[in-house]
């Protein structure tokens, strides 16, 4: 149980358009996702929490204008990634907890995006 | 704010042998849970262990266990018959209640044929 996927597991894009990439929880619901940002080598980096029904909540430096978040459902949230550059590239990773955990946290599988 | 420290960026250890890994963070809350989360190659995060701070008895799962010293705030990883599968980074992390897990910088780990 607690099996969670997004999609797309990779994707390139030209410098100035928008990708969207999608995070669903399979075997449960989840009432809170998180959006992780890693850059290679590196630990991951918060970018927002979301609840479904909610505005997402965007950590410190993150430009929610350029990084949107939606949760419009108990199994689905997605980021869309406005106006991409070449500096947006890296590897994003959801993770979604469920209504009967306060804590654990399950990741899925990532996403590279590279823009050219 | 809570922090976690991973003070081992690598290591390394013979395949069948025993290896830990270090973690210790700050915190001034009582109730608390803490992670090890494993990322192999594929990127994809495994939760290896969870631990929830009002529990004295040490969490373990098969080949994996924890040192759990709250007083001294301190949760390393002890892997036993390591095998050439648990490469990876190995992320520690902790969460109060409805809050995002915050990660130490992770140790990278191999296992040497």
């Known amino acids: 149980g607690a099996v969670v996927s997004q999609h797309p597991s990779w994707v390139i894009c030209k410098s100035g358009t928008s990708v969207k990439i999608e995070c669903r929880s399979l075997?449960?619901?989840?009432?809170?996702m998180f959006w992780y940002r890693q850059f290679p080598k590196q630990s991951l980096m918060l970018m927002a929490t979301?609840?479904?029904?909610?505005?997402?909540?965007?950590e410190q430096g993150v430009e929610k204008d350029k990084f949107l978040i939606n949760h419009a459902s108990l199994t689905l949230s997605t980021l869309t990634v406005t106006s991409a550059h070449p500096e947006d590239s890296s590897f994003y990773i959801c993770?979604?907890?469920?209504?009967?955990?306060?804590?654990?946290?399950?990741f899925g599988p990532g996403t590279r995006l590279t823009v050219l | 704010a809570q922090t976690v420290t991973q003070s081992q960026p690598e290591m390394s250890v013979q395949e069948a042998e025993t290896v830990t890994l270090s973690c210790t963070y700050d915190t001034s809350e009582n109730n608390y849970y803490l992670f090890w989360y494993k990322q192999p190659p594929s990127r994809q995060m495994i939760l290896v262990i969870r631990q929830e701070a009002y529990k004295q008895q040490n969490a373990t799962e098969n080949r994996f266990s924890v040192n759990f010293q709250k007083a001294a705030k301190s949760f390393s990883l002890k892997i036993s018959d390591s095998q050439l599968g648990d490469t990876a980074m190995y992320f520690c992390?902790?969460?109060?209640?409805?809050?995002?897990?915050?990660f130490g910088k992770g140790t990278r780990l191999s296992v040497i044929a």
């Open positions: 075997d449960f619901q989840a009432t809170t």
């Open positions: 992390a902790f969460t109060l209640r409805n809050t995002p897990l915050v």
């Open positions: 979301s609840n479904e029904g909610s505005k997402a909540t965007y």
């Open positions: 993770s979604a907890r469920g209504q009967e955990s306060t804590d654990t946290q399950y």
